[in-house]
C-alpha cells in the first residue's frame, strides 16, 4: 500500500518488483519523495498476514539493518464455549517492550449476508469475556456466552493482532491470524463486510474502492459500478488478495475524475449472483483555472479566470522571490447555488522585465473543498 493505493509485489507502471531467492523474496518498492507512508503486506493461503509500517523518509544510514523477530500465531479450543489465541515468537516476547495484542470477531446472522464485527476489549459484557496476558507468549482468551454461540452458531470467526512497535525505518511489524471458530460449519457460508469510504473524494485525487468476503469456499468477488462491471485501463487499476478464508477486491482510479461517480456494488457470482451495496461516489470538484487571452487585455495586465465552490479565493507570489503580487482588480459572479467564478487581472508592468523575457509566478486557489496549486509564464 503506497499512501492509501494498493499494488501488487509485480507492478512495472508502480515501480515494484520482486525476485525469488533460495529462502527469501527481495522486494523493490520506488517510492517519489512525496510520498507519506508505505506499508508491505505479505499473505499465506493459510490465513496468517504478516503486515510492516515502514517509513520512507528515516535516514537509512541510521536504520537497523535487520528485524529477527518471527512470530507465529494460533487459536486453539479450551472447551465448548472458550478459545485461547496465542502468539509466540523468536527471540521470545518482553513484557517491557512496546508491543500489544488485540482480537476481533466476525460474526453473521442466519440468513443475512452483511457480517457484524466488534473489536474485544477486556471491559465485560453479556456476551463475551476477553482476557489478555503479557508474558514471553502473547495470550488472549475468550469465553462466549451461551446466548452468543446460538446467535452466531453457524458463523463465528476469531482474528487475533499482535503488533511490535519498533520506532525505527520499520515502524511496526503486525502479525494476523483468522480462524473459522462456528460451533457448526455449513459448507459455502460467506458474507460480506461493510466498507468504509473517503466521505469526500476530490476531484484528480487516487481513489480506492474495496470490497471484503469472508467465509467458507466463497466465490470470486469484484467491484461493480451502476451494476456495470469495472475494466482496467491506463487510469484504472484493478487487483485482489485472496485466502482461503478472506478475499479482497480492489479498484483504484488513479486520477478520479466525474466518470467515476455512481453507485457501487460488491458482486459474487457462486451458485448464485449476490450483490451487496457499498456506497454511492460523488467527487467534489476541484478549482478549475484558465488563463484568457483577447482583444481587451493588454499587455500591461493579464486576465486569471477561476471557476469553484463557495469561498473561492485565490493568491499569487513571485516564483522566485515569493513577492506577493496585488492584483489590479477583481470581481466575482454566482453561477449556481454552490458554484461561483472569481476573475482577477494580474498586472505586467513592462518596466520589471526584461524585453521579452517571461514572467513567472505561482498561485494558489482556495476554495472549501480544498486548494489547487498551479503556475503561470506570463
Partial sequence: ?????????????????????????LYTIWCSTSVEFLELISLSTDNF???????VHVNALNAKKYYQSVCQGAIDDINSTSVAAYFRCLPELDSKDSWYQRMTIYAKYEEENEIIFNFLESEPNPYVNVTYERNSTATGTVVF????LEKFKTFLFLDSQLTLNLNDVVRSITYRYLQDISPENTNDEFGFLESIPN????????????????GRNHPPVRVERDGMTISETGDVYITSSRSTLWTTSYVTYLHASKE??????????????EVFPLYNIELKPRVRWDLMYDANVTDESKHLVLEGSEGLDVSCSKFDNDTVVVFDKGQRMTLTKRTERLEVWIPR??????????????????????????????
Avoid at 366 to 371: A, F, L, S, Y
Fill in 199 to 214: 466521505q469526500e473524494p476530490l476531484e484528480g485525487e487516487r481513489v480506492t474502492i474495496s470490497c471484503d468476503v469472508l
Fill in 1 to 25: 500500500i503506497v499512501d492509501s493505493t494498493i499494488i501488487g509485489a509485480n507492478e512495472y507502471n508502480f515501480g515494484t518488483t520482486s525476485t525469488g531467492k533460495e529462502n527469501s523474496t
Fill in 49 to 55: 498476514i504478516t503486515r510492516y509500517n515502514i517509513d
Fill in 349 to 378: 508592468s513592462s518596466q520589471e522585465l526584461e524585453p521579452y523575457s517571461m514572467w513567472h509566478i505561482s498561485c494558489t486557489a482556495t476554495d472549501k473543498n480544498g486548494e489547487n496549486t498551479f503556475e503561470l509564464y506570463l
Fill in 260 to 273: 467515476i461517480e455512481g453507485n457501487y456494488t460488491c458482486v459474487a457470482d457462486g451458485k448464485s449472483r
Fill in 145 to 148: 456466552s451461551n446466548r452468543a
